[in-house]
């Protein structure tokens, strides 16, 4: 995983959306990864240090992988690693694990109001 360079990523579109206003809240959206929530969370307010989206909440929305099984037809989000290489459902071995391997900036908020908030 590269954290680091999708934290900056995420603060670099937030901060050209932002078009210069001060960015109070990031929306993300984070299909797939295996991350643990806190360390994106903290990569992307060190990447947010200096910019207008210094002061950001920082909002994960995780959207955990599917399988799907060939031998029951079972969807099933993906919570664990033995779900990604068996069903949970029937034990079938006979699965296709989808879902979005991506990470998305869904939204900001800006402080459009001029100063004061938070
Ligand atoms: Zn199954």
Do not use: Y
Request: with cysteine.
């Amino acid at each position: 995983m590269h954290e680091t360079g999708l934290s900056e990523a995420i603060v670099a579109a937030a901060v050209r959306r932002a078009a210069g206003r001060r960015v109070t809240g990031l929306r993300v959206r984070i299909g797939g990864h295996a991350i643990d929530p806190a360390v994106v969370t903290q990569g992307i307010q060190v990447a947010a240090a200096g910019t207008v989206a210094a002061d950001t909440a920082v909002d994960l929305v995780l959207e955990p992988m599917t399988v799907r099984c060939h031998d029951c037809g079972h969807d099933a989000p993906v919570t664990d690693h033995l779900a990604m290489v068996a069903c949970p459902e029937c034990g079938g071995v006979d699965v296709d694990v989808t879902g979005g391997d991506d990470v998305v900036l869904e939204s900001i908020t800006v402080d459009g109001a001029g100063p004061g908030g938070r």
